[in-house]
């Protein structure tokens, strides 16, 4: 590469690494990392900022007094099998989210959530988060470019496991998740479906839906492990307080392994 190139590319480059820690965990965006904690610290108001990832079509969750990554996250907007209409505006439907988050790189809390928005109504969200067990690694993720069917953003989920997206329509491709059908637009909002995701992995699978508010309060969770499934009031999982971070209750897989042996009759793999 030639010097004009160069510092072409040096001009590029720096609004995306506003300082130094930056440019560390963009780094650590695509390497599969063990957890830094157990227990997750409380959310400092106004802590987190959201970028635009310098490769692939994403975005970045990032705590301002860490420098360290949080989460990340995408949009399916159509128009495409999953969503047949296009989205006319993100946050106002039809279209789908990917979050994947990790408050404080802990492995306390790590999951991710699929938000399917039928319509301009928040009301009529229909929320799933799910939580893999066990938990070796903060989830990764990594652009594709010469995947099977073109780019790809290939995500590393905690405990090991893959599922690979369409870089551009974020649609899953392959990997432990399948989506069955499309996003439910059913005229009756209390006949729609949430996300039909299959899970196909060796892990154990926690579910938790709601349409319009989080899955995590008030709710029945349901575990899975291969063939077995069993159910959880999420009140015996997360923190039921809607006035401060709702957190899984168990920062060990060791301790949440005695509650699913007393629970279900079956523990962690």
Sequence with gaps: MNPLSLTL??????????KA???????DLSRVLPPITDRVSPVVAGDQVMRSSPFGDFIITESETTGHILGFSFNNIGPNRIIPVPATEIGSGPDREYQFRFQSRARQD????VTDTPDEFLSNRMES??????RHNIPAIELIE??????ELKVTLQNGEEMAFDAKTKEILRGVFREIAPLDQNPDRFKRKFATLEYTGSGTLIRVNRRGGDPRLGTTAVVTQGKKTCKIPSSLLFDQNPNSDVNFLFPTDEEFNVLLLKKCGFGLK
């Excluded at 590319?9 to 506003?18: C, F, M, Q, V, W």
């Excluded at 010469?146 to 780019?151: D, H, L, R, T």
């Design 9 to 18: 590319l040096g001009i590029l480059l720096i609004p995306l690494a506003p």
């Design 21 to 27: 820690s930056f440019g560390q965990t963009i780094a």
């Design 110 to 113: 790590i999951y991710f959530s």
């Design 129 to 134: 988060y799910l939580y893999l067990f066990p």
């Design 146 to 151: 010469n995947g099977a069917k073109g780019e």
